[in-house]
């Protein structure tokens, strides 16, 4: 709940913010343009209902800001972190001049704000004029880094990021552009000094010097209590700290047997940081990605407390299985535990959503097709490097677009061919049957390939079909940035041999009688054979497809 109300409030204020930026790129027309929109503006946040959100936001986010300061054990922090925090603590501190300068006058002295009397203090003295533009700049960018961290965890961010990134650049510049044009026709008004006093007493200014000394001692006032907020908050953490060395020392055990051994109270996430281990956490340890799990277990480790109701959503939304806990959320009472990360150091944002019940490792039952070119090594030898590229290039695209429209998986591209998973989120019926389907559409897609490459080729390319469906190890392997989603298992290594038992039998697929009876489909149309399949004592049952773009589309 606090993470959610931080972000509400969050948002909340950037839209606030977002308006006042907009209001001030008017000032490129004219002061009076600015004044009409400072109208509108004023008519959402100056009514009762705008003020009071807009001041609730403000408590309830910095609040949170601070008490997220406070319960954070040590403050170990990326550099992006570090810098949206500071300029956070800054906002208030800098903008409560502006606040009581403009909306303080009108509450307390009825002046009536407009644009001109925003205007007033940065003409008047350069210095405000400076942090003015200093402000709007500190806001801004605290609040697209907020945006940033939020919304990088969506699947559809990625797509419209330059978008996002060409408004956080144009929104400030606007409104940096408008304050200088409307402080320039401000300063014109200043040498008039009749035009000015009429301006003065339509907007009710202050009448003497001691109530505009007032406003600013209520400003200096503020500003200080913002301050020493912070140094308690500050102060306040080393008293817990000492209050929680009390409590008894976690003993850790990571991989390859290293030991660390630290007070209670710290999350896995922060214990790893304390001690320099690196690992993963892409939304900063706020319980919102899934990236810095880990896998828990040794003689205390159910003893953990229970998710939370937020940990519990991320968790059962990857799929994870029994002692995989968010590291940035699980703070393990005294005793001794064994944490293994799921995930490498680096991994990103692609690594998010990447999280399922296979991914973490789990027996089922899949199809697995092999796709391999016969002779393209006679191919190759006869032409450039270059044209090998553009040739297998063209080939996978082809070969990987026809098992993604079949539902399938391409595990991976082995020189000139392909392995691809089906059943990952199917039952095992449909993975068969998609396995089919995926060898029909490969067959077309190599047919216009060869189409596309007349000319460019001495003679069509062939290819060698092989699938096979039974149980597989399915889960992430691999090391560092080479991880992925992967099929392990006799079913995997019996449908490489049976792509092999094509070539043999000169056919262009071959299919085990096991995926054909898991999928329910028979294939009488096409020749039986009893072959020999290394690795397995008893002859295997198949059945030889000349052409694979000749089976059914649709399997009832």
């Known amino acids: 709940m606090p993470q959610r109300l931080r972000l509400i409030s969050g948002i909340t204020l950037f839209v606030f913010v977002t308006t006042h930026l907009l209001n001030h790129a008017l000032g490129l027309f004219s002061i009076a343009a600015a004044d009409a929109g400072l109208t509108v503006f004023a008519a959402v946040w100056r009514n009762p209902v705008g003020t009071g959100i807009l001041a609730l936001a403000i408590l309830t986010h910095f609040g949170l800001v601070l008490w997220s300061v406070f319960r954070r054990r040590r403050l170990r922090l990326s550099r992006w972190e570090w810098i949206q925090l500071a300029l956070g603590l800054c906002i208030l501190p800098i903008g409560l001049g502006h606040f009581v300068m403009v909306r303080g006058a009108h509450e307390i002295d009825g002046v009536t704000t407009a644009y001109f009397w ?14 003015q533009f200093g402000l709007i700049l500190i806001v801004w960018i605290h609040g697209c880094i907020g945006l940033h961290f939020w919304l990088r965890l969506k699947p559809w961010y990625r797509r419209f990021i330059a978008l996002f990134y060409a408004a956080a650049l144009m929104v400030p510049t606007l409104a940096v552009c408008g304050v200088a044009v409307a402080l320039r026709e401000a300063a014109d008004i200043f040498q008039d000094t009749d035009r000015l ?19 600013r001692a209520l400003s200096d006032i503020l500003i200080a209590t913002v301050i020493i907020l912070i140094a308690l908050v500050l102060a306040a953490r080393p008293l817990r700290a000492w209050w929680e060395h009390r409590k008894g020392s976690v003993r850790l055990e990571y991989p390859e047997g290293r030991f660390v051994s630290l007070p209670a109270g710290l999350s896995l996430l922060e214990m790893s940081r304390v001690v320099g281990i690196p690992h993963a956490s892409v939304c900063g340890g706020r319980g919102r990605c899934s990236t810095c799990r880990v896998r828990i277990a040794g003689p205390d480790g159910e003893r953990l407390p229970p998710a939370s109701a937020e940990e519990a959503r991320v968790l059962q939304r990857i799929g994870a299985p029994q002692g995989v806990r968010l590291a940035c959320q699980t703070r393990p009472p005294p005793g001794i535990y064994t944490v293994t990360p799921m995930l490498p150091p680096a991994a990103d944002t692609r690594d998010v959503l990447r999280g399922d019940m296979s991914a973490h490792g789990t027996e089922r039952v899949v199809a697995v097709l092999f796709a391999d070119l016969r002779d393209f090594t006679s191919i190759s030898e006869k032409r450039l490097p270059f044209d090998i590229v553009f040739i297998l290039n063209r080939y996978f695209r082809s070969m990987g677009d026809a098992v993604q429209a079949a539902g399938g998986h391409v595990d991976k591209f082995i020189g000139d061919g392909v392995m691809a998973v089906f059943g990952l989120r199917s039952d095992s019926a449909t993975a068969a049957r998609q396995a089919l389907d995926a060898a029909r559409r490969i067959s077309i897609a190599l047919e216009l390939l060869n189409d596309t490459l007349t000319g460019e080729l001495d003679r069509p390319l062939r290819i060698g079909l092989g699938i096979h469906a039974g149980p597989a190890i399915v889960g992430e392997m691999g090391h560092g940035r080479a991880v992925s989603l992967t099929a392990i298992g006799d079913t995997v290594n019996t449908a490489s041999r049976l792509e092999n038992v094509a070539k043999e039998l000169g056919c262009e697929l071959i299919v085990s009688q096991e995926l054909l009876d898991i999928g329910g489909v028979t294939l009488l149309g096409w020749q039986r054979h009893d072959v020999e399949v290394r690795g397995r004592e008893r002859r295997m049952a198949v059945r030889a497809v000349t052409t694979a773009s000749r089976l059914p589309a649709s399997w009832s």
């Open 197 to 215: 006093m009429a301006l003065a007493r339509a907007l009710n200014a202050p009448p003497d010097k001691d109530a505009i000394d007032r406003l």
């Open 118 to 131: 925003v205007l007033w203090p940065m003409v008047a003295d350069p210095w405000n004029g400076a942090r």
